[in-house]
Protein backbone atom coordinates (compact mmCIF):
# COMPACT_ATOMS: atom_id res chain seq x y z
CA UNK A 1 0.00 0.00 0.00
CA UNK A 2 1.56 3.40 -1.30
CA UNK A 3 1.56 6.16 1.70
CA UNK A 4 2.67 9.68 2.67
CA UNK A 5 2.68 9.77 6.10
CA UNK A 6 3.20 13.47 8.16
CA UNK A 7 4.51 14.20 11.03
CA UNK A 8 5.07 16.87 13.71
CA UNK A 9 2.03 19.34 13.33
CA UNK A 10 1.32 21.05 16.56
CA UNK A 11 0.46 23.99 18.56
CA UNK A 12 3.07 27.00 18.36
CA UNK A 13 3.25 30.50 19.54
CA UNK A 14 3.49 33.23 17.02
CA UNK A 15 7.31 33.78 15.87
CA UNK A 16 8.18 30.16 16.67
CA UNK A 17 9.03 27.00 14.78
CA UNK A 18 8.08 23.48 13.74
CA UNK A 19 9.65 20.96 11.46
CA UNK A 20 6.85 18.40 9.41
CA UNK A 21 7.91 15.74 8.44
CA UNK A 22 6.09 13.18 5.42
CA UNK A 23 7.19 9.82 5.08
CA UNK A 24 6.80 7.97 2.00
CA UNK A 25 6.09 3.72 2.47
CA UNK A 26 4.90 0.81 -0.48
CA UNK A 27 7.15 2.94 -3.23
CA UNK A 28 9.97 4.91 -3.65
CA UNK A 29 9.13 8.65 -4.24
CA UNK A 30 13.06 9.67 -4.98
CA UNK A 31 12.23 10.41 -8.50
CA UNK A 32 8.98 12.39 -7.47
CA UNK A 33 8.42 16.30 -7.24
CA UNK A 34 7.56 16.42 -3.55
CA UNK A 35 5.20 19.48 -1.99
CA UNK A 36 3.67 20.83 0.74
CA UNK A 37 -0.28 22.15 0.47
CA UNK A 38 -2.17 23.77 3.39
CA UNK A 39 -5.44 24.50 4.06
CA UNK A 40 -6.44 26.71 6.31
CA UNK A 41 -10.15 26.77 8.59
CA UNK A 42 -12.36 28.06 5.16
CA UNK A 43 -10.09 28.10 2.80
CA UNK A 44 -9.12 26.35 -0.37
CA UNK A 45 -6.30 23.90 -0.22
CA UNK A 46 -3.20 25.86 -1.71
CA UNK A 47 0.30 25.71 -2.33
CA UNK A 48 2.89 26.20 0.25
CA UNK A 49 6.69 24.68 -1.40
CA UNK A 50 7.79 21.73 -3.53
CA UNK A 51 11.44 20.68 -4.34
CA UNK A 52 12.85 18.77 -7.07
CA UNK A 53 13.77 15.20 -7.39
CA UNK A 54 17.31 15.72 -6.96
CA UNK A 55 17.13 18.96 -4.64
CA UNK A 56 18.44 21.12 -7.26
CA UNK A 57 15.82 23.69 -7.38
CA UNK A 58 12.46 24.22 -4.97
CA UNK A 59 9.39 26.81 -5.12
CA UNK A 60 7.81 28.57 -2.55
CA UNK A 61 4.31 30.61 -1.88
CA UNK A 62 5.22 34.05 -1.55
CA UNK A 63 3.29 34.22 1.87
CA UNK A 64 5.59 31.47 3.32
CA UNK A 65 9.36 32.51 1.01
CA UNK A 66 11.90 33.10 3.07
CA UNK A 67 10.76 31.78 5.98
CA UNK A 68 9.67 27.76 5.36
CA UNK A 69 12.27 25.65 3.73
CA UNK A 70 11.67 22.20 2.15
CA UNK A 71 14.02 19.65 1.95
CA UNK A 72 14.34 16.11 0.93
CA UNK A 73 16.10 12.47 1.79
CA UNK A 74 15.80 10.13 -0.73
CA UNK A 75 17.43 7.55 1.21
CA UNK A 76 14.55 7.75 3.90
CA UNK A 77 12.13 8.48 1.13
CA UNK A 78 10.78 11.61 3.30
CA UNK A 79 10.44 15.37 2.91
CA UNK A 80 10.67 18.00 5.24
CA UNK A 81 9.38 21.37 5.82
CA UNK A 82 11.11 23.33 8.32
CA UNK A 83 8.97 26.34 9.13
CA UNK A 84 10.30 29.29 11.18
CA UNK A 85 8.57 32.69 11.80
CA UNK A 86 5.11 31.30 12.25
CA UNK A 87 2.33 33.30 11.79
CA UNK A 88 -1.70 33.07 12.84
CA UNK A 89 -2.31 33.31 9.55
CA UNK A 90 0.04 29.74 9.01
CA UNK A 91 -2.77 27.67 10.81
CA UNK A 92 -4.11 25.45 8.63
CA UNK A 93 -3.58 21.16 7.93
CA UNK A 94 -0.66 20.31 6.05
CA UNK A 95 -0.94 17.94 3.62
CA UNK A 96 1.95 16.36 2.10
CA UNK A 97 1.67 15.44 -1.72
CA UNK A 98 4.09 13.67 -4.38
CA UNK A 99 3.90 13.97 -8.49
CA UNK A 100 6.26 12.20 -10.74
CA UNK A 101 6.36 15.45 -13.77
CA UNK A 102 9.49 16.61 -13.50
CA UNK A 103 8.04 20.52 -13.36
CA UNK A 104 7.02 21.71 -10.56
CA UNK A 105 3.02 22.26 -10.43
CA UNK A 106 1.32 24.84 -7.86
CA UNK A 107 -1.97 23.39 -8.59
CA UNK A 108 -3.39 20.17 -6.53
CA UNK A 109 -4.82 18.42 -9.83
CA UNK A 110 -1.54 17.56 -10.63
CA UNK A 111 -0.88 15.43 -7.59
CA UNK A 112 -1.09 11.40 -7.31
CA UNK A 113 -0.13 10.87 -4.09
CA UNK A 114 -1.23 12.52 -0.77
CA UNK A 115 -0.89 12.11 2.68
CA UNK A 116 -3.76 12.53 5.29
CA UNK A 117 -2.59 16.22 6.59
CA UNK A 118 -1.36 17.23 10.13
CA UNK A 119 -2.67 20.23 11.91
CA UNK A 120 -0.54 23.43 12.61
CA UNK A 121 -1.92 25.93 14.74
CA UNK A 122 -0.42 29.33 15.63
CA UNK A 123 -1.26 31.34 18.64
CA UNK A 124 -1.08 34.73 18.34
Known amino acids: QVQLVESGGGLVQAGGSLTLSCAGSGRSFSNNIRAWFRQGPGKEREFVAA????????EYADSVKDRFTISRDNAKNTVFLQMNSLKAEDTAVYYCAADSRRAIYRSSLYYAYWGQGTQVTVSS
Open 51 to 58: ISWSSDYS
